[in-house]
């Protein structure tokens, strides 16, 4: 049916209603939010509610593997202090620094040395010195009286690489002087610190003897005047004593007068005890007070009047970190190099790392001679 067409056009216009709109009954969606969006739902709800409880806790913390990944790796250097250094083995070190006691009673002093590593060794089996993996040990020498190097062969310690170094000319052969060179075969010098202690002290002299090394012996006064008779063997086996001064005190805490008591009263004492002057001083912790020039002035005066050469270390076994043997082992005998000065502490736990670590240098073809004098 069709309404009449009122406006003259002659079409009408269908009747039709609209038909009334009605909301659904919340039951229809009842079964849908039961089916699928109910879960969905509840899961958003329970998500937002943890992230507000985590901002309000504050950040989780990171996983310790996290923390491994972004922390920066550690250099193969002494720790970094406040102070100049005369060579690049060489760190400041604060005096008061934890777990460096000066007590002569306490622990062996963990002293806050780092191996350095020198820029012929360590890097692969093609590099100069480099020692291949071990194969059968090899034979042990037999034991006889320190020596190493070749016959008549004259060596000494670079005063700024720390390293050892041929004098050149041969005992016997022409006094001209000589331009100093690389040693004819592969050597390292053998130094041990914090000497003597009793014990360890012992053990490293039969080693020693067992493999031919004349080593230098830095010693404290608070050690050596508990125990003369090993000082007395030290000299007697033909080995080398050194000046570490007397208690051990970083030098950068004490006065120029403290300082030459440190270290001139232990070169009397060590003469009066053994029959001989140290001809070698090394720093407590390998310091030297650069930056005060008044302490600075001191040390040099006093070197200059006993005639002694300052001596660091080019590459160190991180003895007083480590507390396995092997650690100490694969530390010095993957990082040796031909003229290397290593860095050793008279403990225990150097004395059971040092018959593997000699045997596997000798069976790389290394000797271990001493210097032969001073280069101040």
Known sequence: MRRPDRSGSGIGRPNIRPLPFRHPAPSTFRPLFRRSGGAALIALLLLLAAGCARSAVGPAAPSPYEALDRAPARENRPADAGGEVPAPPVAEVPADRPGMPDDPAGAPDPSPHETVIHPLGGAGADAPGAILPASPPAPVAEPGPPSGGEAGEAYFVDPKSFTLKADGARSGASSEVQAPRAPAERVVLITVDDAPRGESTEALLGLFDRYHVRAIWFLNGIYAETHPALVREIVRRGHLLGNHTWSHKNLASLTPAEIEREVIGLNDWIEKTAGVRPAYFRPPYGVMPTKDRAKAEAIRKILARE??????????????????????VRTVVDHAFSGAVILFHDKKTTAEAMA????????????????????P
Request: net charge neutral.
């Open 307 to 328: 005639g002694m050469q300052m001596m660091n270390w080019s590459l160190g076994s991180r003895d007083w970190e480590f507390s396995r043997p092997d650690d100490i």
């Open 356 to 375: 593997p670590i000699l045997e596997r240098l000798s069976g790389a073809g290394y000797r271990f001679p001493a210097p032969s004098g001073p280069r």
